[in-house]
């Protein structure tokens, strides 16, 4: 007894026979797990995802009457107006409606709010130098996919 570790091999033969002895405590142990994890499973939010790309190209008119005047338009600046566009007033207000948040009558304080809700749940990205991305997500999934379908479409009108 001077303090020597058992390798696994000696100690496989006794773990075995006290896994036996307590198959009860155990099966209960590795049950309660499997019922933790599909509670937190079933309750656990749901999040869908949707998004869509738009070419944007460049105006073959603007182009050259523009030569020399100004810098064309970097990939930041696209996405600031791509985000100014899509977050202007009057676009949210027709996303509220097509979204059916304005089903429930909401007073313009919680109008504000459901578009706060909807701008922190969208993202503008430049995907390449003429490709907009647009990604919104919800707990609905049919909302998900109307919300950012408007949004591209609004975008592109």
């Known amino acids: 007894m001077g303090g020597e570790l058992a390798s696994l091999g ?21 049950a309660t797990i499997a019922l933790l994890a599909l509670v937190l499973g079933v ?7 949707a998004s869509t ?19 064309p338009t970097d990939n930041a ?17 027709q996303l509220l409606d097509k979204g059916g948040w304005m089903a429930a009558k909401p007073t313009p304080v ?8 909807i701008k922190a749940s969208t993202d503008v990205k430049i995907a ?6 647009i990604t919104y997500h919800d707990s ?12 591209a479409q609004l975008f592109i009108s």
Do not use: C, H
């Open 43 to 49: 309750l656990w939010p749901k999040k869908y995802v």
């Open 53 to 71: 790309t738009i070419l944007v190209q460049e105006s073959s008119i603007i182009t050259p009457l523009m030569e020399g005047r100004a810098t």
């Open 128 to 133: 390449r130098d003429n490709l907009i991305t």
């Open 10 to 30: 000696e100690m496989a033969p006794v773990l075995v026979s006290e896994g036996w002895r307590r198959r009860v405590a155990l099966s209960l142990v590795f």
């Open 77 to 93: 600046n696209r996405a600031g107006i791509a985000r100014a566009v899509i977050f202007s007033r009057k676009v949210m207000d």
């Open 110 to 117: 919680e109008q504000d709010r459901i578009i706060q809700g």
């Open 140 to 151: 609905n999934a049919k909302r998900a996919f109307v919300v950012t379908r408007e949004m």
